[in-house]
């Protein structure tokens, strides 16, 4: 599976920005999907996770209710749309894609070893 991960930028605080992630190569709906972050000097965090079949999704409490995760699994896409953009969300992020044939995603979804594919990573500034 290849995932390219696209829609970074620079923004000020308190904006807007999408996140897109297209998958090629594999059956998407046989994945859970995850966006996780790096920001420099510290460990790779889980940002939001989507269970394959939409319905279960998993967030990382500091960006529950600014983050949404989506996915489009005839399109093999998925998003993550984040508002209210703070400083602290200064990161690369990227897409990752676990196999996966269950329907819930919980915290246990948080440790990036369990992921099987990886995109490239966009980078989002946020000014303040």
């Known amino acids: 599976v290849q995932l390219q991960a696209s829609g970074g930028g620079l923004v000020q605080a308190g904006g807007s920005l999408r996140l897109s992630c297209a998958a090629s190569?594999?059956?998407?709906?046989?994945?859970?999907m995850g966006w996780f972050r790096q920001a420099p000097g510290k460990e790779r965090e889980l940002v939001a996770a989507?269970?394959?079949?939409?319905?279960?999704?998993y967030y990382e409490d500091s960006v529950k209710g600014r983050f949404t995760i989506s996915r489009d699994n005839a399109r093999n896409t998925v998003g993550l749309q984040m508002n209210s953009l703070k400083p602290e969300d200064t990161a690369v992020y990227y897409c990752?894609?676990?196999?996966?044939?269950?329907?819930?995603?919980?915290?246990?979804?948080?440790?990036?070893?369990?992921?099987?594919?990886w995109g490239q990573g966009t980078l989002v500034t946020v000014s303040s």
């Open positions: 190569g594999g059956t998407f709906s046989n994945y859970a």
């Open positions: 990752a894609a676990k196999t996966d044939l269950g329907y819930s995603v919980t915290q246990t979804y948080r440790s990036s070893i369990q992921y099987d594919y």
């Open positions: 989507i269970s394959r079949s939409v319905y279960s999704t």
